[in-house]
């Protein structure tokens, strides 16, 4: 394995470290439910997510557990796949993916061992709040938002490309 694999590999290994440390100091600090407001819009909040984003299928009766830890298996799989596929130009892609593999391997350890995912941000606006959310779902959406640059800019590029042909 060359170190620009590696680097992309550490950095999701950093990505399941601070998640699963920030989800231990969260449920040993706090009791279920409990909130702590740190600013005017975000809470610390212990709460469990046996489904999936925005608590999809999280009253399903358990079958859910298993769906979703067969889909973050799959990913995790076909990430690693891609990116010792990738070129050593193809970083912002390297980046991207990184951050997606390490929020899902995070949230497939707790899924896995716990039966749910922990969350414990909460940012809200008066007394709307959007679903409580962790690290590896912050990894996830960061990473997803770079592959969606990165496929804006590599279709620019390749428009670009073609009109200089």
């Given at each position: 394995m060359s170190w620009n694999l590696g680097r992309w590999y550490l950095l999701a290994g950093l990505v399941i470290l601070i998640d699963q440390l920030?989800?231990?100091w969260v449920s040993t600090v706090f009791s279920y439910h409990e909130t702590l407001?740190?600013?005017?819009?975000?809470?610390?909040i212990l709460v469990h997510n046996p489904g999936a984003a925005f608590s999809f299928l999280s009253e399903a009766g358990g079958w859910q557990r298993w769906f979703f830890a067969l889909i973050g298996v799959v990913v995790t799989v076909v990430i690693v796949v891609w990116?010792?596929?990738?070129s050593t130009r193809q970083s912002l892609l390297a980046l991207a993916l990184s951050l997606v593999l390490g929020g899902a391997i995070g949230n497939l350890w707790d899924r896995i061992l716990l039966g749910y995912v922990v969350d414990f941000v909460d940012i809200y606006y008066r007394h709307y709040?959007?679903?409580a959310f962790n690290v590896a779902d912050t990894a996830i959406t960061l990473g997803a938002l770079l592959l969606i640059l990165e496929s804006l800019l590599a279709s620019k590029k390749k428009k670009l490309d073609c009109d200089h042909d």
């Open positions: 920030t989800k231990y407001e740190v600013l005017p819009f975000l809470n610390l990116l010792s596929r990738l709040h959007w679903p």
